[in-house]
């Protein structure tokens, strides 16, 4: 285990993760490592509900991560009774269930802003920093894990930093790390990436020694998740992607090689790598938040050049061809801290081709990606905000239909607005593309009803329109908002 | 007249209003200048109005501009005939009008994004840009009049350029512009903008000369709109302003000297400056859309340092110091492409105070900033989401009722949403400030309606919102979608 903690010094710190858990005391403000279950901190996490459990104590805690996390910090935290406030992002079952309960407060940020509000102090005092690392070497460098998300900007502003050395990391992820950090207005500069794969930080986090309060070993793995199948409908919207991308392209609206990819987690994003896959394009580059399975198979395949990321999971079914093949993907793979993953200025300059996960979409091209019937929150916002409103191409899909077929995904009017109609160029379903760029709202409305919506619930949104376009006394927005949420 | 065009080959391309309008085909689509009643072409469009008159032809043009124009634009065009589509931004009330009656195609885009549409090709073909200048000096360079807006980008995208000499704007103009463009993906680069008043580009915009269709002289000048007088609403919630950022300083969350200011248009952005020039702030910034007659009072007044804009307007009250001073403004003040002045790199950057006017916002920090009742626009978004996205700190202001007190503009849903909860810090009325950060929509909501809400309101607010918890299966946001449109 010691081998993992090259530099002597950092050995005095060593404790149990019981021990560190005692560090944290109620009310206090904890910013972990973790994006989309990779490189979370887990020990001392569930330590901190043993204790919890153990005691009895209010600890009353806010916890921040990166993005997602696993149920070591999410779960445990949860039915201990240990945290009481969560932010940004989160998928976990029983957090979100005790996020809808009223039992856990919750608050949604861009997952760009993080690091600005950490900084500004818009979280107020940030007590603690838990951190997963994969070593330290000989000059003391703490050498990040499977992903970085927002704990490089915990551990600059935490008072207190906890290390867990994760011995189930690979050391062979050593350099594959860009650790930079925007400096606080009035001290701002320019982000100097330009392409995709520039270099522009350290491949360690830099961190104060007399800050680091304890270093903990785990052997706790990351869980990568097992890869969503690509279903029929799926398959069919990114069929659609891959043809609007292709006739942008011809167009010469979209350069050639084409610009980096975005995309979310899932299968309509496997289904549109594979579908780049079997295509023509090549010289790929990826800037996105989460490298998975298909962005491998991209680089095994010649396609992907470089993919530039936050975090890295792999499924359990890939992990042996990922492992064996590493050294083959490390010189086209880099991870980066969330705040530069998902900056504006970054995600503008390179014309990044967005590809979002709607919930539902309306007829005049808002999207709601957060909320199931507006008040019950699933993930929260995430990186899509940071990526629509900055997109070279900006592109939501979404089924056309929800609940066997019995919802429509494509309403008159969304119960929840994540990204407004001036966000997005392309909404996609799996039966067809409407291109929202230049259009007027009833013209939006139009397309959307006759490409995007399922056949079936064409007529009555079509009815709707119609009603509105003749009742309304002002025909921009053809609206009858007296019966948009009819029975909601 | 001459004299403005020192370069004697621009000479053989000048000819009357008409003539030039007369190059004008059916179906073109035209960029113009002209941001917030500053700098628009003038004698062209009136010329164009007149030959649609004159001759019935159904010209179907598509109108963009940098924001909104002079009447000679959109009340012209509107009341001949001759435009059939326009973007980005409006306020004239014949073009709106119009738009609302569903004779006019709108369509509303970021301002930021304009020049990035164009130089994709999303607007298609820019067959003529029509232009106001100041004059042409020996080597032949454009020297822009009172507003850049997108008028570097259609100098630069259209097929023709048809340009307006404008002799009533003065030759001291010379100098106070920054023309800088942003390369088309994947060739863009930093903006090296570091601090508000770096400048990066000409003082000139760069046109081929082979692309000038026609160069026309015109002495229509800029109409300089009266300042709006400061009610006792407006001094409100200009107070609050001030307070809220002068406590967020004493907090440490803001720095001192201040980030640069953006504020709107109107009678509440000139009482935030003028209460800003009573305040002990000083070294003051501005890094906005439009300078007007307040910029300059601060400038006498030695508390503004520096002021970028896109657009110069001074009302008439106002005209005849600006201009008897106007050698003590020149190097405190510079004029960029829209696309600079709103670009979501440098407001981040900058971490800009970004001060806008919604229409109404609800209890969740939803801001409805285009539309009356959802379906009546009324200017479009026009660069608030660009600086609201990427603000160091958003601010969105209205007053807590309209309509003479009968109608409260804190609602439970907004009619329209074009800045989400994501994009908001503070909430402002005459009531007071609600600082949103890092709340739940639960906490925000009470914020709102204690703190913002007229008091007379404020019970069936509280209503609304103790129903919704009451009700609601899920309690992360609380609504009662059924009831929040009734009798809309």
């Given amino acids: 285990m010691h081998e993992r903690i090259k530099c002597e010094k950092y050995l005095s710190k060593v404790m149990s993760a019981d021990e560190a858990a005692k560090l944290i005391y109620p009310n206090a403000v904890i910013g972990m490592s973790g994006f989309t279950p990779a490189g979370h901190a887990k020990a001392v996490p569930l330590a901190i509900a043993r204790r919890a459990e153990a005691t009895g104590e209010q600890l009353n805690l806010t916890v921040m991560t990166g993005a997602s996390v696993g149920d070591e910090i999410d779960g445990a935290l949860t039915r201990s009774g240990a945290m009481k ?63 970085i998300g927002a704990a490089n900007t915990y551990i600059e502003c935490a008072k207190h930093v906890i290390l867990e050395v994760n011995t189930t990391q690979p050391e062979s992820l050593r350099g594959i790390h860009d650790v930079y950090t925007v400096e606080r207005v009035p001290n701002s500069k320019p982000i100097p990436i330009i392409h995709a794969d520039d270099r522009v930080g350290t491949d360690y986090y ?8 304890a270093i903990v070993y785990s052997d706790i793995p990351d869980h ?20 609007l991308i292709t006739k942008e392209t011809q167009a010469g609206r979209l350069p050639v090689p084409l610009p980096p990819l975005q995309s979310g987690v899932g299968g309509v994003a496997n289904a549109v790598l594979a579908g780049l896959k079997a295509s023509d394009f090549t010289d790929l580059k990826v800037y996105s938040e989460v490298l998975q399975d298909a962005v491998f198979d991209l680089i095994d395949a010649g396609k992907i050049s470089f993919a530039s990321g936050t975090s890295l999971t792999v499924s359990p079914d890939f992990e042996e061809h990922y492992k064996a093949n590493f050294e083959n993907y490390r010189d086209k793979i880099m991870l980066r801290p969330q705040e530069i993953s998902n900056h504006p200025e970054v995600i503008r300059r390179l014309g990044v081709i967005a590809m979002n996960t709607a919930i539902e979409a309306d007829i005049f091209g808002n999207v709601n990606s ?48 994540d990204h407004t109609e001036h966000d997005i160029h392309f909404l996609v379903t799996e039966y067809g593309y409407a291109d929202l760029r230049c259009t007027t709202p009833l013209e ?24 509105a376009c003749a009742q309304c006394a002002h025909k921009h927005t053809p609206q009858l908002l007296s019966e948009v949420f009819q029975g909601k």
């Fill in 224 to 243: 990568g998740r097992a890869v969503q199948p690509v279903d029929d409908i799926s398959q069919k919207i990114a069929d659609n992607i891959i043809e």
């Fill in 85 to 147: 406030r969560r932010t940004p992002y989160q998928t976990n079952s029983t957090v979100r269930n005790a996020i809808n309960a009223g039992e856990i407060d919750y608050f949604d940020v861009h997952l760009s802003q993080v690091a600005v509000w950490a900084k500004n102090g818009f979280f107020g005092d940030i007590d603690f920093a838990i951190v997963e690392i994969s070593g330290i070497d000989e000059e003391g460098h703490l050498i990040p894990s499977t992903s």
């Fill in 370 to 417: 957060s909320h199931i019937n507006g008040t019950r929150i699933m993930n929260g916002i995430g990186g899509s905000g940071d990526f629509a409103q900055n997109a070279g191409l900006s592109i939501f899909m979404t089924p056309s239909t929800a609940k066997n077929g019995t919802l429509s995904c494509i309403v008159p009017f969304v119960t929840h607005v």
């Fill in 206 to 213: 830099p961190c104060d020694f007399d800050k680091i309060a």
């Fill in 444 to 467: 939006r409305a139009r397309k959307i009803i006759d490409i995007c919506a399922h056949p079936d619930f064409r007529p009555q949104l079509h009815d709707y329109l119609d009603r």
